[in-house]
């Protein structure tokens, strides 16, 4: 029987290719050279799924080359480089890799809050600089977080695993979300207490966003919303770019209308507006909050799964598009 063939969009570990080398044909992109969106329509056709990533915009235009697709398997948490709507218009299955990143995702929002709140980036730039002469009672006066309040816009399993790291910093949580979560899920997550937006906002010491992309949230995060922070608060992005107004935060941090941000994600990544790299006062890393090896793998494994289930007659264990699997 003729193998089914399957595209890597981009380079991944060796040993999940071989394993997708079980099942498929396999063209993979081992090299890792960016794909133009008229080279992955072109790499597309013939191709019975595709293994994504992020970086990889999967329009309707790419899904329409093929009309013989039957999957696409997002190496992420997150799918708002696919178009769901065509995919499940052309009877296309859609998955992503939830959960298995949750916890180190949330230990990196921690490791992002205390860089920032604490000046860590800024100071270790000094020190490279030969710059440290002598002990200062005000060098470098950073934030506590011990204590604080800290604020989660995003209250799923990320969020919620923020939240519970909070315990040991004896901290107060407040959190907004579409939906309150249940009283047991508050209780877990350091007893968080479901405010509203604005409330949010104006009382967050440190305010982490932790919530999913869709047009619906674009910009949530704006001129409007950060005059509403505290000037003494910072703000810590690890969920997508296009969240917050970068424009408008680059604004407040240069007025000093906002402590401090830690960044992970960025609109138009990794293409960010240079204006960042100005400010001493922003943490800036490359989208690697879930970036430890055992996670990354477990990622890889996933969507690997998912491909292989939805090309060999089972249903994906991830898919975000259900209804596929039902259209007659």
């Known amino acids: 029987m003729e193998k089914a063939k399957v595209l890597v969009t981009r380079a991944v570990f060796p040993d999940v290719i071989g394993q997708l080398e079980q099942y498929f044909e396999v063209e993979a992109n081992q090299d890792d050279r960016i794909l133009s969106p008229a080279e992955l329509a072109e790499k597309v056709q013939g191709k019975d799924g595709i293994f994504t990533t992020p970086s990889e915009r999967i329009t309707?235009?790419?899904?329409?080359?093929?009309?013989?697709?039957k999957a696409v398997c997002?190496?992420?948490v997150g799918f708002n480089n696919i178009d769901i709507a065509a995919a499940t218009q052309a009877g296309i299955m859609v998955t992503n890799t939830p959960d298995v990143l949750n916890e180190t995702t949330a230990d990196f929002a921690w490791a992002l809050l205390l860089a920032t709140?604490?000046?860590?980036?800024?100071s270790e730039h000094w020190l490279r600089a030969g710059k440290?002469?002598?002990?200062?009672?005000?060098?470098?006066?950073?934030?506590?977080v011990h204590g604080a309040t800290l604020g989660v816009l995003g209250m799923g399993r990320i969020g919620q695993a923020i939240a519970r790291r909070s315990m040991g910093f004896d901290m107060k949580v407040i959190y907004h979300n579409r939906t309150r979560l249940e009283p047991a899920l508050e209780a877990r997550a350091n007893n968080a207490q479901y405010v509203g937006k604005e409330e949010l906002l104006r009382s967050a010491d440190h305010l982490i966003l932790a919530l999913p992309y869709s047009p619906q949230v674009h910009h949530i995060v704006g001129a409007v919303e950060l005059a509403m922070m505290k000037p003494?608060?910072?703000?810590?992005?690890?969920?997508?770019?296009?969240?917050?107004?970068?424009a408008a935060l680059i604004v407040a941090l240069r007025a000093g209308r906002l402590a401090a941000a830690?960044?992970?994600?960025?609109?138009?990544?990794?293409a960010f507006d240079p204006a960042f790299l100005t400010l001493s006062n922003v943490v800036l890393t490359p989208h690697i909050a879930s970036a430890s090896e055992p996670t990354r793998r477990a990622m890889?494994?996933?969507?690997?799964?998912?491909?292989?289930?939805?090309?060999?007659g089972s249903n994906p264990p991830n898919i975000l598009n259900p209804e596929v699997l039902t259209k007659g």
Do not use: H
Not at 60 to 69: G, R
Not at 132 to 144: E, H, I, N, P, V
Not at 262 to 270: A, I, S, T, W, Y
Not at 300 to 312: D, V
């Open 74 to 76: 997002n190496m992420a």
């Open 262 to 270: 830690g960044l992970d994600v960025f609109e138009n990544e990794p």
């Open 300 to 312: 890889a494994n996933c969507a690997a799964a998912n491909l292989i289930a939805a090309l060999t």
């Open 232 to 246: 003494s608060a910072t703000l810590v992005n690890i969920a997508r770019g296009g969240i917050v107004d970068d």
């Open 132 to 144: 440290w002469q002598k002990w200062r009672y005000d060098t470098f006066l950073g934030a506590d």
């Open 117 to 122: 709140a604490r000046r860590v980036t800024e």
């Open 60 to 69: 309707a235009e790419v899904l329409a080359a093929n009309p013989s697709l």
